[in-house]
T-cell receptor
């Protein structure tokens, strides 16, 4: 069974640009969450999608957005990049079904560097 | 609101010694508890989880953790560590989801870097 796949693994962007990261969850999983990991702030929750709907949102500015497609794949977008957006972005998938939804599986992450 | 405190940012130990990584949480609701491990340039791998039932939980790679509700703790232990256990360990908590809802967000501690020396 394939795990959570995040693409690309590494990305270098310039301040002011925008970027799109992709996440393919484990087959059959309907919930996708995104986290930002930085040395200064640790792991912070960005948002969660389930059945193409955003279910939870963390405390990030509107430059951070996401979406989920009908096949459960998810993308997150960051517009007007700032140096502080440099981070490892992790995607996690879970079943999303009541009483069965007890574990999140993480991808290897996308390392974004803003210069 | 929930929060997780990992009391030690770095834990150095010698190979074959026992280790305990401490985790305390605060929450006003029933929770699920997790320990994840992260190797350099990798994502997070689940070591073990507490959902309900027995307070002693066994995970992969010989790790175990004990849920203590009165002390709101979920400490991770291993009786004998190996050099390959060198990694960063994260404790996480989530609210037990209501019927019909998803797992929701995980709240993570700041991590504990475990370094095993030969």
């Amino acid at each position: 069974k394939a795990g959570v796949t995040q693409t690309p693994r590494y990305l270098i962007k310039t301040r002011g640009q925008q970027v799109t990261l992709s996440c393919s969850p484990i087959s059959g999983h309907r919930s996708v969450s995104w986290y930002q990991q930085t040395p200064g702030q640790g792991l912070q929750f960005l948002f969660e999608y389930f059945s193409e709907t955003q279910r939870n949102k963390g405390n990030f500015p509107g430059r951070f957005s996401g979406r989920q497609f009908s096949n459960s794949r998810s993308e997150m977008n960051v517009s007007t990049l700032e140096l502080g957006d440099s981070a490892l972005y992790l995607c996690a998938s879970s079943l999303g079904q009541p009483s069965m939804n007890t574990e999140a599986f993480f991808g290897q992450g996308t390392r974004l560097t803003v210069v | 609101a929930q929060s997780v405190t990992q009391l030690d940012s770095q834990v150095p130990v010698f190979e074959e010694a026992p280790v305990e990584l401490r985790c305390n949480y605060s929450s006003s609701v029933s929770v699920y508890l997790f320990w994840y491990v992260q190797y350099p340039n990798q994502g997070l791998q689940l070591l073990l989880k507490y959902l309900s039932g027995s307070t002693l939980v066994k995970g992969i790679n010989g790790f175990e953790a004990e849920f203590n509700k009165s002390q709101t703790s979920f400490h991770l232990r291993k009786p004998s560590v190996h050099i390959s256990d060198t990694a960063e360990y994260f404790c996480a908590v989530s609210s037990q989801p209501d019927r019909g809802s998803t797992l929701g967000r995980l709240y993570f501690g700041r991590g504990t870097q475990l370094t095993v020396w030969p």
